[in-house]
Nanobody, 121 residues
Framework: QLVESGGGLVEPGGSLRLSCAAS????????IGWFRQAPGKGREEISC????????EYADSVNGRFTMSRDNSKNTVYLHMDNLIPEDTAVYYC????????????????WGQGTLVNVSS
């Protein structure tokens, strides 16, 4: 399973770091993505570390503000979010895709339960 943590209420311009810890399997053979779903909107892929190259891609909406990383020793991935804006308010999910070049949400094998990020003054 995947378990996210680190969400919360933050003021515009602030920062948060989300964590996604895997248990029961190791992440090294998976592409790992972060997704989000804002109220009343569909799910959006915002970043992905692919397999096997381990390159990281970002959606235009977060590029330059969000940074995704992984710690294989902890079987955990992170999403560091800077310069948060109200439009970043959403439930954030991590998803693991077996041996994939991309993090397509319809191909996700494991989902986390989600963590809420609320950007508001």
């Amino acid at each position: 399973q995947l378990v996210e943590s680190g969400g919360g209420l933050v003021e515009p311009g602030g920062s948060l770091r989300l964590s996604c810890a895997a248990s029961g399997f190791t992440l090294d053979k998976y592409a790992i993505g972060w997704f989000r779903q804002a109220p009343g909107k569909g799910r959006e892929e915002i970043s992905c570390i692919n397999y096997p190259d381990r390159t990281t891609e970002y959606a235009d909406s977060v590029n330059g503000r969000f940074t995704m990383s992984r710690d294989n020793s902890k079987n955990t991935v992170y999403l560091h979010m800077d310069n948060l804006i109200p439009e970043d308010t959403a439930v954030y999910y991590c998803g693991a895709v077996w041996r994939a070049l991309a993090c397509v949400d319809t191909s996700v094998n494991y989902w986390g339960q989600g963590t809420l990020v609320n950007v508001s003054s």
